[in-house]
Structure formats: structure tokens, C-alpha cells
């Protein structure tokens, strides 16, 4: 294809019905195209060549289907877009101060300057939130779908009355490429939701042409025999046309009748960013992008419409001294006092504005233990935790794979969706971005969602989620929060392998927003699982493999109210001779190890926060410190409890901090293999010998 027909507009065919007349407002869209026009302007001429913002995302081209679009949104719908999303934005009715004091990276606005302003946010009270964005291309598409399937959920499990609401998801045609868009077309056709996918179609991810994201450079038509999508396909900077399309999608997606992908070809009038000169574009290329540009289109529009050159003149005036006083205002607004910077990461008090309080309070729960009954296995105990959140909290559901019928692979969700039914517990596609991202959307919606993920190693396609949804809180000033349990298994088992056995649990130590669990019997899971579902920030609980069935690990129920707060250990032993610290699968190993010996052995139970009193209490009594762990060594979280001992307790010690991990390996497969790695009792009494002789 021709290097000048990238930008062309489309000739494949469209969704729109014909009979079907706007009722758009079309001097309210001119205000908004003329107001996103003007804030470019200030931007690129004034504000970025001062430094006064650092990061620019020309709009320009994308604004008139954008504002389109913007204005058919309503209450208990929800956007998530892109950085190059705030015409969208502006015609949810965003602050003009807030769109231009985020770029500038002031208190107030999106994220009080933690962020960059392009990445927006939105809570809307009364209109449609517009979702935390994500820097990353493709992220958005997942939580969008999260909030779509929150729709139905509220409407088919909590009986709200269904309003017809949507979920819309913005993107460019380069983000259609990521594992995040295919993911969420994946959940949102066979789930058939109402999920309008919005493809900004500018021909380029930065200067890469879209040749390379779709053959044919027409996804739209790539798409067409897709099942339970609905395509609409079209030029969007034709004012009649787009708000045809826009109207027809929108309606469709409404009715119930699932999703649609509505794709617009646009042009993108500027770089990429401020800083992109657009060197891989001929000068016919560029000449042709500004023949499409809607502005003058939209002119010619509203002139028909009694808003001829005067009125639009008018406007544009109009249009100008309103961003010029949002300039003023946030030109005075502080930036962030630095000691504040910190502030957010975790619930603190105050909940965000949008997302999450969908955990049952804590009243009437205890933190001893009561123990009744039989010795009972962690599955048992994790079930029983899981079933009786469920029962209590409608606000809950566990998804994942193979979690319903089958009941999850480790058996843990057994008998859940017989008893609470497909819309609470329920299987998944086969794609960890997917469920966690899907869990996103549904924690902001309100949801309290428990998402499942099969083994250890099988979160990392849902990495990036993770972090953005740890990091949510904190990126928004305390605007949104997507509080989650994610469940998830791993370690060695009877054998190991690179695949299903790693624990690599101080990767989550390393998102911040994260709270992380690490039980080693069914009681400190019982109280751990339960504090989590009534807590207010993102969870990650890790059931051990080796220790779901293990007898060491078996317990008695410790009641039906009994929560184990985060942050602290338990001295499993008792002595003043050596203190090994350690947690998982690792605490039985370190107790057989101690045996005969005078030694504190203590199970930290969470990493996240993890009980630093305890340790350093122990250690300045009984002057040495063994870790032990199941994960790798080099960078694993005993380094970081070595150096908090060192740090503050050197003085006090009359040995060197050791540590007794797995190799630099991943786990091997043969059972004789997996023990000469993972750390043994024998390896462990050696460095106690060693210590104590020291
Ligand atoms: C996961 C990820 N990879 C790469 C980038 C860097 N990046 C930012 S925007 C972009 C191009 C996206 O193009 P497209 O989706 O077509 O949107 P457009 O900018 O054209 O509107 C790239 C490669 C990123 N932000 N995230
Ligand atoms: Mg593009």
C-alpha cells in the first residue's frame, strides 16, 4: 500500500443505520473541540517551551469523535482511555484547571503531580468515572472489561436496576496489537458484555505505520466474522458520519446485545508527543493528514446549524479566556509538599472516592484464635473461609481457571459454583492479564473480586496489572483503589519443575500498593484469608503447594470470626541461643532443624508488611540471625531482612547474618534434584552449628 493512503479514509463497510437521527448537541461540541484545541495550543507554543509541562499529547485530529462520543456517556457508565484521551475527558465536564494543572504537575488535579498529566483520571459522581489510565499501551482494555462485567453483576446478583449502562474502552490502532485488547474481545464476546472497544485509528503507534499491527491496516475488517461483536467502521473526522456511528455503537451496546468495536480513522495532526517531529512522514503524508482535520469540518457543520463565523468566532473567544483562567488557576495551585509524597501507597483511613469498601467490616471478629474441632488441611480451611465471605458479602466472587466446576486444580474452589451459582464463581479464559486486569474494573466498580491464578510462575502475563493496580491508589491521590485478594499457589511439591514450583513471593514485596501473605498452616490462612476480604487494599495470598495437604500444616478451625492481622509473626519455638527467621514451607524444615537447640524460630506469615519488632527484638536478645527461604537467593526477601538486621541491630551481634536459601536456580524437576536445592533440615542445622559456634 502506498505510503499516502495510511491515513486515507476507509471504504470497508459500516455498521451505522441510516434512519438513525442525533440528538447531538453540536455547539457543545463545538465548545469542547474549540476548548481541546486551545489547551493543545497553550501547551505546545507556551507551557512546554517553558517547562511549565513535560509531557504533551497532541489531540488535535482525534478531538471532534472523541468529544462525540464523550457527550453520549451517562451516569453508571465508565471510560477508560489512553494518553492521548482528553477531549473524552473534557466532555465528561473534567475541570479545565485539572486538565491543565496535572501537566503541570500540581497538587490537586489527577494525582497531586505523582503522575504525568496525560494519564488521567476521573471520579464523576453523577456521570460517567473515567477510569485510572495506565502509561502502558493496552492496559486499559482489561479493567474496562472488569467494569462491564460489574454491570451485569450488580443487575443479576445485587438486583440493581439495569439502566443500560456501558463500559467504553479507548485505544489506538497500535494498542490493538497488545495482549491486553485481544484479552478483553476475548472476555467481553463470550461473556457478551457491554463493552464498546473505541479505536482511534491515526495509522501510527509513534512512527511505526499500522501495517505492522494489523494486516490490511483495517482491524475492523480483520474483525468482521468475529462472533458477538458488533463492528462500526468509519471516518471519524466527519462530523455526520462519526455521530452516526458513535450513536448506532453506543445504542447497540446499551440494548444488551454485547459488544462492539467502532473504529475510526483519524488523523494525527501533530508527533507523536511534543517531542516527536514526525521525520518518517513525507510531506504528502502530513498535507493529506491536515486535508482530514475536523475542525474545519465541524465548521462547516455548525454553520448549517445557526452557528455561523460570528457565533464561532464568539466561541472560540469564549473558549479562550476559560482555558486562559484555568491556566491562572492552576498556575497557582502549590505543587505537592514533598513530605506528602509518600502518602497513599496503602488505605490509611480515608477510602478513595471511587472503588473498593466492598469487604465486610471488621466487627465481631477476633484476633485469638478459638480453636474447635478436628486438625483440618489449609484447602479445607481456605474453602471454608471462601464459603462462608461468600455467603455473608453478595459484594464477592472468585473467578479464574478451572475454579467452577472443576473446582481449581488444587481443589480449593470445590463446590463453590454449585452453591453460589456461574455469576459468582466462575471459570475465565485463559489469560492472567485478563483476570486481574477484569478484577481492576471490578473492584472499582465496588465488587470485592477473589481472582484465582493456577501457579506461581503463570501471574507473570498479569504483571503488569498487578503493579497498576498496586500502584492505583498512590498514581491517584487517593481517587481510586481496586482492593482485590489474588489467590495463588505455587512453591515445590512433591517434585519440582521451572514451571508450576517457584514462590518468587519478593516480586510482590516489590509492587508497591501490595499487601502479601505468606501462611504456613490452615490457621494463620484462615485469619490471613479473612482479614484480607474485609481489608481495603490489593492482596496477594499465597497458598503453598507443599503445604495445602501437608499434616504439619493441618489445624483446628480457629472460629468463624478469627482474623490474623498483617504485619505479625509468630514465634513457632522459643529460645535465646539463635534466631531463624522464615515463613512458608520452610517453617517446619527450620523447626526439625532447631530441634535440641535453644532457638527462637519465627514465621513471619506476611511479607508485607513483615514484623520487624519481632525479628530485631530477637535478634538483640539471642545476637544471631539465620533467614531462611524457599526462593532464590540473590535479591530475595532474606536479603532484605538481612539488611535490616544489620542495619539496626549490628551492635547487638556476635555473628554474621546468614541466610540459607535455593540456589540462583529455577526449581529442577527429579525429586532427589528438587532436595539438593530447596534448603534441607540438614542444610539448615549446619548454618544453626555454624552460627552458634561462631
Ligand atoms: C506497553 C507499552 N509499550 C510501549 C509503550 C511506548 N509507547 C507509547 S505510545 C506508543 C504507540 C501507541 O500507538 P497507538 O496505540 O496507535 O496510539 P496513538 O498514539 O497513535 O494514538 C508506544 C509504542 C508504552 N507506553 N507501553
Ligand atoms: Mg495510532
Not at 116 to 127: R, S
Not at 322 to 346: G, S
Not at 639 to 667: G, K, N, Q, W
Request: glycine share 10%; proline share 6%.
Amino acid at each position: 500500500m502506498a505510503e499516502a493512503s495510511l491515513c486515507a479514509p476507509p471504504t470497508s463497510r459500516s455498521g451505522a443505520n441510516p434512519q438513525l437521527s442525533s440528538d447531538t448537541d453540536w455547539r457543545e461540541v463545538a465548545r469542547l473541540v474549540l476548548t481541546s484545541r486551545e489547551m493543545d495550543r497553550l501547551e505546545e507554543e507556551e507551557l512546554v517551551p517553558a517547562r511549565q509541562v513535560l509531557y504533551q499529547f497532541s489531540a488535535r485530529g482525534h478531538d471532534l469523535a472523541q468529544v462525540l462520543l464523550g457527550l453520549k456517556l451517562r451516569d453508571g457508565d465508565a471510560a477508560c482511555g489512553y494518553y492521548r484521551s482528553r477531549p473524552l475527558l473534557l466532555a465528561l465536564g473534567v475541570p479545565l484547571a485539572d486538565a491543565l494543572g496535572s501537566g503541570m504537575g500540581r497538587a490537586g488535579g489527577y494525582s497531586g503531580g505523582r503522575d504525568i498529566g496525560v494519564v488521567f483520571n476521573y471520579p464523576n459522581p453523577g456521570g460517567a468515572h473515567a477510569l485510572p489510565m495506565s502509561g502502558g499501551v493496552g492496559a486499559q482494555y482489561t479493567p474496562a472489561a472488569g467494569w462491564a462485567q460489574a454491570i451485569r453483576y450488580k443487575a443479576e446478583v445485587l438486583r440493581e436496576q439495569d439502566r443500560g449502562n456501558i463500559a467504553l474502552v479507548l485505544g489506538g490502532d497500535a494498542s490493538c496489537a497488545t495482549g491486553g485488547f485481544w484479552s478483553a474481545l476475548t472476555i467481553a464476546t463470550t461473556q457478551k458484555l457491554p463493552l464498546l472497544f473505541y479505536v482511534e485509528d491515526n495509522g501510527y503507534g509513534i512512527s511505526v505505520p499500522s501495517t505492522y499491527q494489523t494486516p490490511g491496516q483495517d482491524l475492523a475488517a480483520n474483525l468482521a466474522a468475529f462472533k458477538d461483536l458488533a463492528i462500526f467502521n468509519g471516518d471519524g473526522t466527519e462530523p455526520v458520519e462519526a455521530s452516526r456511528l458513535i450513536d448506532a455503537a453506543v445504542a447497540h451496546v446499551r440494548s444488551g446485545r454485547g459488544p462492539a468495536l467502532l473504529r475510526l480513522t483519524v488523523p494525527r495532526l501533530e508527533g507523536h508527543s511534543y517531542q516527536d517531529t514526525q521525520t518518517y512522514k513525507s510531506e504528502q503524508v502530513i498535507a493529506a493528514e491536515w486535508a482530514r482535520d475536523p475542525l474545519p469540518k465541524l465548521k462547516a457543520h455548525v454553520a448549517a446549524r445557526q452557528i455561523g463565523d460570528e457565533a464561532w468566532a464568539a466561541l472560540s473567544q469564549e473558549v479562550a479566556w476559560e482555558v486562559a483562567r484555568a491556566r491562572e488557576e492552576a498556575e497557582a495551585r502549590p505543587v505537592l509538599p514533598v513530605e506528602k509524597v509518600a502518602d497513599d501507597v496503602f488505605f490509611s483511613g480515608t477510602h478513595a472516592a471511587v472503588g473498593g469498601r466492598a469487604g465486610l467490616g471488621l466487627d465481631g471478629t477476633y484476633e485469638e484464635p478459638r480453636p474447635e474441632g478436628q486438625r483440618i488441611n489449609m484447602v479445607t480451611a481456605i474453602r471454608r473461609v471462601l464459603e462462608q465471605e461468600l455467603e455473608a458479602n453478595p459484594k464477592m466472587c472468585v473467578f479464574g481457571e478451572d475454579v467452577g466446576p472443576k473446582g481449581g486444580v488444587h481443589a480449593v474452589t470445590l463446590g463453590l459454583q454449585e452453591r453460589f451459582g456461574h455469576e459468582r464463581v466462575f471459570d475465565t479464559s485463559l489469560n492472567e492479564e485478563g483476570i486481574v486486569g477484569r478484577a481492576v474494573g471490578m473492584a472499582i466498580a465496588g465488587l470485592l473480586p477473589v481472582p484465582e491464578i493456577q501457579f506461581r510462575k503463570y501471574a507473570e502475563p498479569a504483571t503488569e496489572q498487578i503493579n497498576d493496580c498496586g500502584t492505583m491508589r498512590w498514581r491517584t491521590a487517593n481517587r481510586f483503589a481496586a482492593p482485590m485478594v489474588l489467590r495463588v499457589p505455587g512453591g515445590f511439591f512433591k517434585c519440582g519443575d521451572p514451571w508450576h514450583s517457584q514462590t518468587n513471593e519478593v516480586q510482590f514485596v516489590h509492587n508497591p500498593g501490595w499487601k502479601v501473605a505468606v501462611p504456613s498452616n490452615a490457621e494463620d490462612a484462615v485469619g490471613l484469608l479473612r482479614m484480607a476480604l474485609r481489608g481495603h487494599d490489593p492482596v496477594l495470598f499465597f497458598e503453598h503447594r507443599a503445604m495445602l495437604d501437608d499434616s504439619w500444616a493441618r489445624r483446628p478451625w480457629p472460629g468463624d470470626a478469627y482474623v490474623l492481622p498483617f504485619g505479625r509473626g509468630r514465634k513457632t519455638r522459643q529460645g535465646d541461643r539463635i534466631t531463624i527467621v522464615t515463613w512458608g514451607a520452610m517453617v517446619p524444615r527450620c523447626e526439625a532443624a532447631a530441634e535440641g537447640l535453644s532457638a527462637d524460630v519465627i514465621d513471619l506469615r506476611t511479607l508485607m508488611p513483615w514484623d520487624r519488632d519481632m525479628v530485631l527484638e530477637s535478634v538483640r536478645r539471642t545476637r544471631r540471625c539465620l533467614i531462611v527461604h524457599e526462593d532464590l537467593r540473590t535479591g530475595g526477601f532474606g536479603a532484605e531482612i538481612a539488611a535490616v538486621v544489620a542495619d539496626e541491630a549490628f551492635l547487638d551481634l556476635d555473628a554474621p547474618v546468614a541466610r540459607v536459601t535455593m540456589p540462583d536456580i529455577p526449581s529442577p524437576h527429579h525429586p532427589s534434584l528438587l532436595e539438593a536445592a530447596v534448603p534441607s533440615v540438614a542444610r539448615i542445622r549446619a548454618e544453626i552449628d555454624r552460627l552458634v559456634g561462631f
